[in-house]
C-alpha cells in the first residue's frame, strides 16, 4: 500500500427529488448520501458498511457516475493525472471507467441473461474498442481461468452457472479493463458461506496480483472485518466513523458503530443467546432528524445532541481516525472482542 | 430423551420429489428427525440443500404439480389424535384448519407471499381475523401492535401502505408479524432474517425468543446462518444434497461436529479478529436433478473422502445420545474392517489437523 490516496471524495451528496401528483411537482428529496468526505489510498481496502438504505450503494454509484452526484468532488488518480469524476463528461467518463470498475450486488441480476460468459466478460472491452474480437474473446478466456472457472465455458449462459460462478463472472468483467479500483457492491451477500471464502480469498489474491484498491461494501460487518485495511460505517447517508478494520472492532468511538458490533451474530452457542439489539429504525432519509441524525435511537443523546450536528471530527491522539459524535472523546464505548 | 408426550413433530423418512424436464430430483431424500414442544430447531445448509422444501413438506405445501411426498412420514402430535401430515391431501379442510392456525410459516420470499393490491394492515386484519375470531376494529388494534412489537415504526400510518411501499426489511417485518398473530403451536422460519441487517435480525430474534417464552411454541428455524442458529436453536439438522448428514445439539454441532461437511461449514465462517486466508469448501453442492444414489453427494468436496464413499451411500449413525452423522468415517464396522490397513478415523484426525 502507498501513501497515494487514488481516491479523494468531498462532500459529495446524492438527493433524490421526491415527486407528487399529476404534475410531478418536486415535494422534497430523499437525501441517500448527504455530504460525505473520505479518500482511499492506493492499494488498500477500504469497507463501507452500515444498515440497509443508508446509501451505501448510492455512494458506491455515485463515484463511478453511474449516478450523477448532486454536489460535490470526485478526485480520481489512477495514475499520475487527478480527475474530478463528478465533473467529466460522456467522453471523459468512458475513459475513466477503464480505471474504475463496479461490481454488482446481485450476481443473479447482474449479468445478461442472453449472452454468453465469453461475450459478458468481453463486453467492456468492446465498449472501450479494444483489440480485435479474436483478442477480447483470447483476454475472457484468460480472465475466466483467473477466477476459478474454465475458458472452455466461454460459449455458457449464466443460467448455467450457480450463484458464486455467476459472482466469478461479474468479478471476471470488472477485471476485463485491467482496472486500477473496483467498488465492490456486497459482491459475496448472496452467497453461501463456503462460496463466500471462495469468493472472498479470490478478491484477495487478485488484489495482491494486480495491485488494486477496492471499496467494499458490505452489511455483514465479519466479512469486512476480513477483507479491510480501514473501515467507514455509514448512517442514514453520513460517514460515522472512519477507523482501522482492528480499531474499529476494539474500541468504536461512535455509538452507532458499538451498537452494529452488539448486534453481531457470532458463530458460538456460548456466547449468549440474546444479542443486544439498537431499537428503532433507520429514519425516512427524506426527513433526518435534526442535530445528530442519530439521536432517535443513540442511547447516550443529550439535549446537545437534538440541536446540534456534529460534524466529522479526529478522534483525539490518532492520525486517521475519525468520528462525527460531540463526545467522541468522552465516552467510553465497547468493542466487539471486549464482549464476553 | 424425550417422551412422546412432549413431542410436536416426528419425521420419519420423509421423501419429496420434483419431475423436472431431466427426470427426477430429490429434494428431501429420506429426512427424519423429530421436535419437542416448546423447542428450536435448526436446519442449516448451502443453498439448495433442500431446507425449504423439508419446510413446505411439514405444511404439506408442497409446489405443485411437479413436487409430491413419496414417501415417509410427518406426524403431528399438537391435537388430541396424532396425525400424519403425509398421508393427507394437500387442500384437505384438515390441513387448511392446522396451517397458519397450529402450524404458522414465515417464508423466504417476503414478496411472493404478501399481495401486492392489498394494504400490508388489510392482510394482517385478515390474517387475525381469520384465526381469532374478532371484529374489525380489535384486529386493526392487534395487527397495529403486531406491526410495533416487530419494529414498524408509526404503525398506525404504515398500516395503510402498500406492500411496494415498504422496504424489503419492512416486508419481512410484516410478514412475521402475520405469522405470529394467530399464536400458532409452531412456527417454520424459513431464513426470516436474511435479508435484514444485523440490527434487525437482533430485535427479530429477540422477539422470536421473547415469544415463544411468552407462548411456548416449537421453533423450526431455517438459516444458512450459522451465527443466527447458534443464538437461537437448541438442536440443529445439518443437510446437504436433500440428505440429513448430522444432527446434533447445538453445543455439539458447534463445539465437536463429526460431520466433514459441518466442520467445513464451521471453518469457512469469517471470525472477526482473525484475518487469516479464510477455508473454504471446494467445489459446489451437486446437481439434484436426476442424481443417482449408491455414494456419498459430499466426496467431490469431501477432504476425507475415502473408496468406499464413491462407492456405498453412506449409512445414517447414532451414538443413542442424540447425535447422528452421516458419514463413513464413523461406521464402527467400517472402521473395524479398515484398522489394519488404513484406520478411517486416524486418517480423519490426520486431515483434521492438516486443516486446522
Ligand atoms: N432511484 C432512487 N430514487 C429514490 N430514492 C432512492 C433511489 N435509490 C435509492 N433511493 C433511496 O436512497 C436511500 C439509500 O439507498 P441505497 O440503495 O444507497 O442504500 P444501501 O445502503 O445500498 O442499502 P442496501 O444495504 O439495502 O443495499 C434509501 O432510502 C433508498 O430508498
Ligand atoms: N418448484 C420446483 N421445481 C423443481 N425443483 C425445485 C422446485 N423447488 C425447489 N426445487 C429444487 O429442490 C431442491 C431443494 O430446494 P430448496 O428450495 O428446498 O433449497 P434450500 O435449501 O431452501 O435453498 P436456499 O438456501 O437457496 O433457499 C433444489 O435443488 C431446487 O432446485
Ligand atoms: S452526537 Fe449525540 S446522538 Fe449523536 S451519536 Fe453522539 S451522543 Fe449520540
Ligand atoms: S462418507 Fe466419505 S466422502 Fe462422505 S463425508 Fe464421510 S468421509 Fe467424506
Ligand atoms: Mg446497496
Ligand atoms: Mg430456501
Known amino acids: 500500500m502507498s501513501d497515494k490516496r487514488i481516491l479523494e471524495v468531498r462532500n459529495l451528496k446524492k438527493y433524490f427529488p421526491i415527486q407528487k401528483g399529476v404534475f410531478r411537482r418536486v415535494v422534497g428529496h430523499v437525501r441517500a448520501v448527504d455530504g460525505i468526505d473520505f479518500y482511499i489510498k492506493e492499494g488498500e481496502c477500504v469497507g463501507l458498511v452500515g444498515e440497509s438504505g443508508c446509501g451505501k450503494t448510492t455512494a458506491g454509484r455515485s463515484l463511478i457516475r453511474l449516478l450523477d452526484p448532486t454536489e460535490g468532488e470526485v478526485l480520481f488518480t489512477p495514475h499520475d493525472k487527478t480527475v474530478d469524476m463528478a465533473a467529466l463528461d460522456k467522453q471523459g467518463l468512458k475513459q475513466m471507467r477503464q480505471d474504475m470498475q463496479y461490481v454488482f450486488q446481485d450476481p443473479f441480476a447482474s449479468l445478461n441473461p442472453r449472452m454468453t460468459v465469453g461475450r459478458i466478460v468481453s463486453e467492456p472491452m468492446k465498449i472501450q474498442e479494444i483489440g480485435t474480437h479474436k483478442e477480447r474473446m483470447l483476454r475472457a478466456g484468460e480472465l475466466l481461468e483467473k477466477v476459478g472457472l474454465s475458458a472452455s465455458q466461454m460459449g455458457r449462459f449464466p443460467h448455467e452457472f450457480s450463484g458464486g460462478q455467476r459472482q466469478r463472472i461479474g468479478i471476471a468483467r470488472s477485471l476485463s479493463l485491467n482496472p486500477r479500483f473496483v467498488i465492490c457492491d456486497e459482491p459475496v451477500s448472496a452467497l453461501d458461506v463456503s462460496v463466500q471464502a471462495q469468493v472472498l480469498n479470490l478478491l484477495k489474491d487478485l488484489q495482491d496480483e494486480f495491485d488494486l484498491t477496492y471499496l467494499f461494501v458490505a452489511h455483514d460487518l465479519s466479512v469486512v472485518e476480513h477483507i479491510s485495511d480501514r473501515i467507514m460505517v455509514m448512517y442514514l447517508g453520513r460517514i460515522v466513523e472512519i477507523a482501522g478494520a482492528s480499531e474499529l472492532y476494539e474500541t468504536p468511538k461512535h455509538p452507532y458503530t458499538e451498537a452494529l458490533l452488539k448486534a453481531i451474530p457470532i458463530a458460538d452457542p456460548k456466547l449468549g443467546r440474546r444479542r443486544i439489539a439498537l431499537e428503532g429504525s433507520v429514519p425516512d432519509p427524506a426527513n433526518p432528524p435534526e442535530g445528530c441524525n442519530f439521536n432517535t435511537r443513540c442511547a447516550y443523546a443529550t439535549d446537545r445532541c437534538h440541536k446540534e450536528d456534529p460534524s466529522l471530527q479526529p478522534v483525539k491522539g490518532s492520525e486517521e481516525r475519525m468520528a462525527a459524535c460531540h463526545y467522541v472523546n468522552e465516552l467510553e464505548l465497547t468493542g466487539f472482542l471486549v464482549r464476553e | ?356
Not at chain 2, 411501499?165 to 419481512?172: A, K, L, P, Y
Not at chain 2, 467431490?300 to 449409512?315: F, G, L
Open chain 2, 1 to 356: 430423551m424425550a417422551t412422546n408426550k412432549e413431542r410436536l413433530l416426528d419425521v420419519q423418512n420423509l421423501e419429496t420429489q420434483f419431475r423436472t424436464e431431466e427426470g427426477i430430483l430429490r429434494a428431501v431424500d429420506r429426512v427424519s428427525f423429530h421436535l419437542n414442544k416448546g423447542e428450536t430447531l435448526g436446519i442449516v445448509g448451502e443453498s439448495g440443500c433442500g431446507k425449504s422444501i423439508t419446510a413446505k413438506s411439514l405444511m404439506n405445501l408442497v409446489p405443485q404439480p411437479r413436487g409430491k411426498i413419496v414417501g415417509g412420514k410427518i406426524m403431528y402430535y399438537g391435537r388430541s389424535e396424532p396425525m400424519d401430515i403425509a398421508s393427507y391431501h394437500h387442500n384437505s379442510s384438515e390441513m387448511r384448519t392446522i396451517r397458519g392456525n397450529e402450524i404458522s410459516m414465515i417464508f423466504q420470499e417476503p414478496m411472493t407471499s404478501l399481495n401486492p393490491v392489498f394494504t400490508v394492515g388489510n392482510q394482517l386484519m385478515e390474517a387475525v381475523m381469520l384465526h381469532q375470531k374478532v371484529g374489525k376494529r380489535e384486529a386493526k388494534q392487534r395487527a397495529i401492535e403486531m406491526l410495533a412489537k416487530v419494529g414498524i415504526s408509526t404503525p398506525e400510518k404504515r398500516i395503510d401502505r402498500f406492500p411496494h411501499e415498504f422496504s424489503g426489511g419492512m416486508r419481512q417485518r410484516a410478514m412475521i408479524a402475520m405469522a405470529l398473530s394467530c399464536n400458532p403451536h409452531l412456527l417454520i422460519a424459513d431464513e426470516p432474517t436474511t435479508a435484514l441487517d444485523v440490527t434487525v435480525e437482533a430485535q427479530i430474534l429477540n422477539l422470536m425468543l421473547d415469544l415463544q417464552d411468552e407462548m411456548g411454541m416449537a421453533i423450526i428455524m431455517i438459516t444458512h446462518d450459522l451465527g443466527v442458529i447458534a443464538g437461537i436453536a437448541t438442536r440443529v439438522v445439518v443437510m446437504y444434497a436433500g440428505w440429513v448428514v448430522e444432527m446434533a445439539t447445538t453445543e455439539d454441532i458447534f463445539y465437536s461436529p463429526k460431520h466433514p461437511y459441518t466442520k467445513a461449514l464451521l471453518q469457512s465462517i469469517p471470525k472477526i479478529g482473525n484475518r487469516e486466508r479464510l477455508l473454504s469448501i471446494p467445489g459446489t453442492v451437486p446437481d439434484l436433478n436426476n442424481l443417482e444414489r449408491g455414494w456419498c453427494y459430499f466426496a467431490p468436496r469431501c477432504p476425507h473422502a475415502m473408496d468406499i464413499c464413491r462407492q456405498k451411500e453412506p449409512p445414517l449413525i447414532d451414538d443413542n445420545g442424540g447425535h447422528a452423522v452421516k458419514c463413513w468415517l464413523w461406521d464402527k464396522e467400517f472402521v473395524g474392517q479398515q484398522n489394519d490397513e488404513h484406520p478411517a478415523e486416524e486418517q480423519a484426525k490426520t486431515a483434521e489437523e492438516q486443516t486446522h
